[in-house]
């Protein structure tokens, strides 16, 4: 891995100490590699004098269970992982069931534009919420965050079987099953870091592997249930997933007790202060946009939100092309079972290749992955047979996983450990519009040109120049180093300007600590 000049001199330095501590395996979903909270409060401890050193003292004391009920924990936080992106990768199954369930006084020429709506905006609003469920993760705690989301998502699938209007559905699937499932699903990975440290490698692939089971077997189980049952009573099964996830959100329980002496200090301050220093002081914590005074993360942020303008297009619309295009409707269904097969491959292979690539070299996976991404979409009008497109499914899987999970090592490597839960919280946020916006668009461009011909090949454009865009990040980020080398003051820390995040783990606030 490569250091920054401070820490090199040494090895010693707290981005190194951080990363090298327990083998970082792959995870289910963006943002799983930092998941290190413990060492985190511990490195950032260390540095800290006065206030800071009742936190150490607490970090320093807390040893994470390693197993016992943290296994129960892991259980959860896949099915929390598998149900959701389950659901939301298989859209594509319920994109065909929503348009033949319309009335026929209802279809119009813009159908496609509008069903392909209902299934962006749950996908967007995944990531839009993020940065607000960090907020509500570390002032309520990972058990009632994830509680209170996994109910809402559980409303808005419910509610979305007594309604058969897209537009009733663009609020009770979009917008409702979309929120739950970050409020949700966001808590499920910081909870890891509560029960293992050595072992969280570990834990992070059986999340991967047990999660990418449930995007393998999902789309089958939709299009046997679907036809069986109508799509109503479809919805209202998967509304028992996440009733489940309810309950299993009860064990997400926080480990680490918070600092007396450090918290009374702050409470303390806070009375000094009048309601207006109070307020600005709140927000400047929660809502810093100090990771954006780095060029380089600048760029990375550009790059990653250009390229999944089209990155959940095949998702949405792959179903509906091979039934227009080959008259299939009988096996469609394997090309999201290949989809979901390879994605876990992929983060599994990702996560090892990753840790042998130092430094911010990891990004060329990235950019290979997104590279071969836009291409593939641009092949999927060329396939002549459907097995030609299960072909491009695989490797369209492939890098999807890549994608996912190369994400948060660099941006622990752009940022460093104590900003990197904000700078991909900041980085989700902005993909959600491109996310959100990209089926839409393809939706569209199949309405007015007849044929999905065009909507393919928009999807592979974005992937292709976001790639490009990231490329450059590694060259500028040499470019900075060499100028901070003679002075000696600048380069403590490329990764440095730490932000303490409380005294406590992420997800354990002062309320639940104590239970």
């Known amino acids: ?65 390693e197993g016992g009920f943290g296994w129960v924990v892991v259980l959860a936080a896949t099915w929390c992982s598998g149900a959701i992106f389950g659901i939301q990768n298989s859209f594509g199954i319920l994109y065909v069931m929503l348009q033949a369930d319309l009335p026929p006084a209802r279809r119009d020429p813009s159908l496609e534009f509008k ?71 966001q808590p499920s990975l910081v909870i890891l870091g509560h029960y293992f440290k050595r072992r969280l490698g570990l834990a992070n692939g059986i999340v991967a592997g047990g999660s990418c089971l449930f995007s393998i077997s999902l789309p089958f189980f939709l299009k ?70 780095k060029k380089t993360y600048r760029i990375w942020a550009f790059g990653i939100a250009t390229a999944v303008l089209g990155y959940f297009v095949p998702y949405v619309h792959l179903i509906k092309y091979v039934e227009e295009a080959f008259k299939e409707d009988q096996k469609e269904w394997i090309l999201l079972v290949c989809l979901g097969a390879m994605s876990g491959l992929g983060r599994l292979v990702s996560g090892r290749i990753g840790d042998c690539i130092p430094g911010l070299k990891k990004i060329y996976l990235q950019v290979a992955s997104f ?12 396939c002549q047979k459907f097995e030609d497109v ?38 989700l946020g902005l993909m959600a519009i491109p996310m959100t916006a990209g089926p839409p668009i393809a939706g569209y461009l199949h309405d007015y040109f007849g044929t999905y011909h065009p909507s393919f090949y928009f999807a592979g454009i974005p992937p292709i120049i976001g790639g490009l865009v990231l490329s450059v990040v590694p060259l500028v980020h040499q470019r900075m180093l060499k100028k901070q080398q003679p002075d000696s003051g600048k380069d403590k820390m490329l990764v440095s300007e730490t932000v303490m995040n409380g005294e406590l783990l992420p997800g354990c606030p002062t309320t639940e600590a104590h239970i």
């Open 115 to 185: 069903t392909a709506w209902v299934g962006a905006l749950a996908m967007g609003m995944i990531f839009f919420c993020s940065p607000i469920v960090s907020i509500f993760t570390d002032r309520i705690g990972c058990r009632a965050t994830a509680a209170s989301g996994a109910t809402v998502a559980f409303i808005g699938l419910l509610s979305s079987s007594f309604t058969k209007s897209l537009e009733v559905r663009y609020f009770t699937y979009g917008i409702l099953f979309g929120c739950g499932s970050s409020f949700a699903f």
């Open 224 to 293: 046997t249930v679907g036809k069986a049952i109508g799509l109503a009573h479809t919805f209202q099964v998967l509304s028992a997933f996440m009733f489940i996830q309810i309950l299993l959100s009860l064990t997400f329980r926080p480990l680490l007790p918070p600092s007396s002496d450090s918290h009374q200090d702050g409470q303390d301050k806070l009375a000094s202060r009048s309601m207006k220093q109070q307020c600005r002081n709140q927000m400047q914590n929660y809502f810093s946009m100090r990771v954006f005074r």
């Open 390 to 427: 299960i072909v491009v499914c695989l490797f369209l899987g492939l890098c999807d996983g890549f994608f996912i999970t190369i994400m948060a090592p660099i941006a622990f490597e752009l940022v460093g450990p104590m900003q990197a839960s904000q700078a991909i919280g900041y980085l």
């Open 371 to 382: 590279m071969l991404l836009g291409l593939m979409c641009m092949m999927i009008p060329q």
């Open 1 to 65: 891995m490569q250091r920054d000049p401070a820490a090199a001199g040494t090895g010693t330095g707290t981005g190194d100490r951080l990363l090298d501590r327990g083998g970082p395996g792959p995870g289910p979903g963006p943002g799983t590699a930092a998941l290190r909270p413990a060492e985190a409060a511990e490195a950032a401890a260390e540095e800290e004098g006065g206030a800071g050193a009742g936190a150490g003292d607490a970090s320093a004391a807390f040893r994470p269970p």
